[in-house]
């Protein structure tokens, strides 16, 4: 179920990249109606892992610039609460029970929760790790689904306006998906990387701790 859940937005974009160019026009005269319709859609496919959030934000940048960033955050919170509410449906409550049969990793695991709010920001502060993928696994681990959106939604923040940023800058939607971060913006790349460090040492770092704690 993980690896399909990484393999359905690669497959699913591809589609919806190819609708998006062929009505590129019609969607840049949509009114405020037909776009909220169209997020909410999104919500969905998002949630069921049928659309990568990156895409997204790119796409709201270029339809829609800084405006539509509400639109992308209200998205990105249901699509994040769907995501939850199918991992647990799908494989948490499966994946819970039987981790919790091992007394080191249940140890573990609670470790893990008293540093919730850290975790669930870092991985979403990831520009590597799937959005879908770690739906699964944060609700295999349950976290309160409080905590949960919240998180969530502290940690997508910085990575979604800077993605929204850099769909405002390209010129034509091809352009825009043949090369999302090599725009005018010149440190892109840059700070994708120092993201990437950020995001792998913090986790690393809270795995470790939590390693050492059971052990104790």
């Given at each position: 179920?993980?690896?399909?859940?990484?393999?359905?937005?690669?497959?699913?974009?591809?589609?919806?990249?190819?609708?998006?160019?062929?009505?590129?026009?019609?969607?840049?005269?949509?009114?405020?109606?037909?776009?909220?319709?169209l997020?909410?859609?999104?919500?969905?496919?998002?949630?069921?892992?049928?659309?990568?959030?990156?895409?997204?934000?790119?796409?709201?940048?270029?339809?829609?610039?800084?405006?539509?960033?509400?639109?992308?955050?209200?998205a990105?919170?249901?699509?994040?609460y769907?995501g939850?509410?199918?991992?647990?449906?799908?494989?948490?409550?499966?994946?819970?029970?039987?981790?919790?049969?091992?007394?080191?990793?249940?140890?573990f695991?609670s470790?893990?929760?008293?540093?919730?709010?850290?975790?669930?920001i870092?991985?979403?502060?990831?520009p590597?790790l799937?959005?879908?993928?770690?739906n699964l696994?944060?609700?295999?681990?349950?976290?309160?689904?409080k905590?949960?959106?919240?998180?969530?939604?502290?940690?997508?923040?910085?990575?979604?306006?800077?993605?929204?940023?850099?769909?405002?800058?390209?010129?034509?939607?091809?352009?825009?998906?043949?090369?999302?971060?090599?725009?005018?913006?010149?440190?892109?790349?840059?700070?994708?990387?120092?993201?990437?460090?950020?995001?792998?040492?913090?986790?690393?770092?809270?795995?470790?701790?939590?390693?050492?704690?059971?052990?104790?």
């Amino acid at each position: 179920m993980v690896i399909l859940s990484a393999l359905l937005p690669i497959l699913a974009s591809t589609g919806i990249t190819v609708l998006l160019l062929y009505f590129e026009s019609e969607l840049l005269l949509w009114n405020n109606w037909q776009w909220l319709i169209l997020y909410f859609g999104v919500s969905i496919l998002m949630g069921f892992a049928l659309m990568p959030t990156t895409l997204m934000a790119f796409l709201t940048g270029y339809f829609l610039g800084f405006e539509g960033t509400p639109l992308m955050i209200i998205a990105y919170l249901i699509a994040s609460y769907i995501g939850y509410q199918l991992g647990l449906f799908l494989e948490g409550k499966k994946i819970h029970k039987n981790l919790l049969e091992k007394p080191k990793v249940k140890r573990f695991l609670s470790s893990l929760k008293e540093k919730s709010w850290k975790l669930i920001i870092l991985v979403r502060l990831s520009p590597v790790l799937p959005f879908s993928v770690m739906n699964l696994v944060l609700s295999a681990i349950r976290f309160p689904l409080k905590i949960f959106l919240i998180g969530s939604f502290v940690g997508m923040m910085p990575r979604t306006l800077f993605t929204i940023y850099i769909g405002t800058k390209a010129q034509t939607l091809k352009s825009l998906i043949e090369n999302r971060t090599t725009t005018d913006f010149p440190y892109s790349e840059i700070i994708i990387i120092l993201l990437t460090i950020i995001t792998i040492f913090g986790i690393g770092r809270m795995v470790r701790n939590s390693m050492k704690e059971i052990k104790e």
